[in-house]
């Protein structure tokens, strides 16, 4: 099993430049997240899904679009990037029980200048 | 509410005991994870509580008071590869603390 896949692991974007950070699951998880992770902090949830079809807010949605149009994807849509996007994004996805602990992606590290 | 705090750094000798608190808002709870986060990497599982009361594994222990929301991680016998920054995630929406980054010195 592959696990959580997370595509890019680097990207450097310009200011206003739109991009999509990928992430797919093998593991058949409904519950699928977002989460950026800026220098010295710790995670912000920024959306999650609980399952194909269905997503919602986090913490920190705003600049983010996401979808989920099949259970295997969640993919993370930046728009007009901004230099307060720089973080990394880490991907997550968890099985439905209660001990559900989360599995995380390697991460996306984005620069915006 | 998901308030979670948790201190910002600790630091303790190899071989030594370390506590990390957390505390969270008790609305909504229901459950309690640990993470370890090693520079550079992405989170790893370490403890989940749902019930109040100690849950031991290996040299990591994790408590929860549900009626206090406070729960504490500790690190017994302390390696070097201890050193790492030590995540406390509610279950509302996994909402996940600041971390408490450990140094673990000779």
């Known amino acids: 099993n592959a696990g959580v896949t997370q595509t890019p692991k680097f990207r450097i974007l310009k200011i206003g430049q739109s991009m999509t950070l990928q992430c797919a699951q093998d593991?058949?998880?409904?519950?699928m997240y977002w989460y950026r992770q800026d220098p010295g902090m710790g995670l912000k949830l920024i959306y999650y899904?609980?399952?194909?079809?269905?997503?919602d807010k986090g913490e920190v949605p705003n600049g983010y679009n996401v979808s989920r149009s099949t259970t295997e994807d969640f993919p993370l849509r930046l728009e007009l990037a901004a230099p307060s996007q720089t973080s990394v994004y880490f991907c997550?996805?968890?099985?439905?029980?209660?001990?559900?602990?989360?599995?995380f992606g390697e991460g996306s590290r984005l620069t915006v200048l | 509410g998901q308030n979670i705090d948790q201190p910002t750094e600790m630091t303790a000798t190899e071989g030594a005991i370390v506590q990390i608190n957390c505390t969270y808002q008790?609305?909504?709870?229901?459950?309690l994870f640990w993470y370890q986060q090693h520079a550079g990497e992405a989170p790893t599982f370490l403890s989940y509580?749902?019930?109040?009361g100690l849950e031991e594994k290996g040299r990591f222990s994790s408590f929860l008071s549900r009626s206090k929301g406070y729960s504490y991680l500790l690190l017994k016998e302390l390696q070097m590869k201890d050193s790492a920054s030590y995540l406390c995630?509610?279950?509302?929406?996994?909402?996940f603390g600041a971390g408490t980054t450990v140094t673990v010195r000779a």
């Open positions: 997550a996805s968890r099985p439905d029980r209660a001990r559900g602990e989360l599995f």
């Open positions: 593991m058949n998880h409904n519950y």
């Open positions: 899904s609980v399952g194909a079809g269905i997503t």
């Open positions: 008790t609305s909504g709870f229901n459950g």
């Open positions: 509580n749902v019930l109040d």
């Open positions: 995630a509610a279950r509302y929406k996994l909402s």
